[in-house]
Each structure stands twice: as C-alpha cells, then as structure tokens.
C-alpha cells in the first residue's frame, strides 16, 4: 500500500522499500546558519571564507524527512542513524536537494521498524546518504 | 605519472565539545530541523510521557558529534561515515559532551559518543573517515 491521502498519519504499512516520497530544495542560507550558532556558538565550524559546517546537511536531511513523512504517529522512536558525508566544503547560499525513499521495513517482536533514506546532492555531487532507523508507532 | 595519495591525519582522541543544553536552544534547534514535537518543548505535555520531562532532539547530540569531527579534521573535510545508535533520551538542560578514540588506523575506524557530564551515554557508534586519493 502506498501513502495517498495527505493529511492521514504515515503508517507502518504505508512504506514500501525502494519507493521515494518526495525531494525537497534547501538552501544554506544566513537564516539556517544563524540558527546554527544560536544552538551551537559561533565556534562552531565556521570561517571567514564562508564554509558552512556539515552539520546542516544534518540538520535539513532531519528537516525533508519531517516535510515529506507527515504527519507521523506519537510516540514514533528514533532508533539509530547512519550518515554518510562526501568529501569537501559547503558555502554559505549554496541549495541543495534532498530526496526521501524507504529503504526498508521489518517486523520484530511485535515491532515495526522503518529504514527511511535521504540523500543530498548539489550540483550533480552527493554531499550526504542518511539512513534514518524509526521504531513507528502504528 | 606519479602519483599522490593525500591521507588524512589519525589522531588518537577526537577534539572533545560541550553543549549546554536549554528550552532557547532547544527551540532554535527545532525551528532549524522544523521538528517541533512536544516532547522536546512542552513541559506540561513531556510530564504525561514516560520521559517526565522535555527531552532533547537526538540529532541535536549528533550534530555536536558531527561538530566534533570537523574540529578534528579540519578543511578540506574528509569523507565520513558515521553509524550510530541513540541509547538514552537527554533531558533539555543537560550540559553533553562528544569525543570519540581511534580503534583501527589501518580502516580510521573510531568509538564515538554522546555523553552528559555524569558519564550517562546517549548516543555511541563508530565513525570511519575516508581517506581520499589523488593522481597528477
């Protein structure tokens, strides 16, 4: 079964490995940084020539996961993540695109387990492959 | 043709970070990731849970560990993968800590983790930087 009506609840059976759900455009913007150095200081991975820390990719691969996911169950629990970060610099403006599939799904001790994947790619060049593990709720 | 192989430094120990935790931050994390569920900024909904209290995003201790690493490696940055497992819940208010050891040189393989300053771990996994390559 595939996830049809936009404002029902995402539910276990929903998810089909190998389906995408969606892509989403961000761009690391002077907003997004701004809100970087509030949680984590100016400190923080940033310098004079604009490089951008990685954890923003980070933080907008959780940001694409929640826009394109939803709306999920209470009471869904974040299990493990996998991030898998390419070489080299980010800048601040650059847009990147983040797609949504289901990498998998299992049943265990009465437990659905979803394996959600984003990656990121700018320019032709993939900067992260995030596998999101949830126990989902419903 | 030679050939240049540009390896990235190992040191033993990660650059070790702190992060105070607390309901600002806490917030601005969340307008960040648009993750805005109550059972990180509510206290009246979080006192119904099993948590008691507000709890911290778990990709909060993970970017502070991804914060870490890049502190340690500096620019250009190296690939990396990062497999981790989010093993304790951390109430807002906590002040954390991200470091991590080198285990295997030969694969950069190191044990990372989260930890509040009691020692409780919140997130462990291993981190494995990619060495990258290049010709002239």
């Known amino acids: 079964m595939t996830h049809t009506i936009d404002d029902a609840v995402w539910t276990y059976e929903d998810f089909q490995p190998g389906e995408t759900y969606g892509s989403v455009e961000l761009k690391l913007d002077e907003t997004r940084l701004a809100l970087w150095k509030e949680v984590y200081g100016d400190e923080a991975r940033i310098d ?11 933080a907008g691969m959780m940001e694409t996961y929640l826009r394109v996911v939803s709306p999920r169950p209470p009471g869904n629990i974040h299990a493990s993540q996998k991030l898998m970060l ?13 797609t949504v599939t289901c990498l998998d799904k299992i049943r265990r001790k009465d437990r659905g387990w979803v394996t959600i994947g984003v990656v990121m790619n700018s320019n032709g060049h993939e900067l992260l492959r995030g596998e999101i593990r949830t ?3 419903r | 043709m030679t050939q240049t192989i540009q390896k990235t430094v190992l040191p033993p120990e990660l650059v070790t970070r702190e992060l105070k935790t607390g309901p600002v931050s806490t917030r601005k994390y969340a307008e960040l990731t648009t993750d805005f569920n109550p059972i990180h900024m509510d206290p009246v909904f979080a006192a119904g849970t099993s948590f008691g209290q507000p709890i911290i995003h ?3 201790g993970l970017n502070l560990l991804v914060d870490t690493i890049e502190a340690t490696f500096g620019d250009p940055a190296p690939g990396l993968e990062i ?10 208010g906590t002040t954390i800590r991200a470091g991590g050891s080198l285990r295997k ?3 950069g393989t190191y044990d990372v983790f989260v930890e509040t300053a009691a020692g409780e771990r919140a997130v462990e996994g291993t981190l494995r930087v990619v060495t990258t390559s290049a010709s002239s």
Not at chain 1, 48 to 58: A, I
Not at chain 1, 86 to 98: P, Q, W
Not at chain 2, 83 to 92: G, M, S
């Open chain 2, 58 to 60: 778990g990709t909060m």
């Open chain 2, 105 to 107: 040189a030969s694969t």
């Open chain 1, 135 to 137: 126990v989902w709720a």
């Open chain 1, 48 to 58: 004079q020539t604009g490089r951008v820390p990685r954890g923003l990719l980070v």
């Open chain 1, 86 to 98: 390419g070489s080299g610099s980010l800048k601040v403006g650059d847009t990147v695109t983040a």
């Open chain 2, 83 to 92: 497999d981790v497992r989010f093993i304790r819940p951390v109430p807002v």
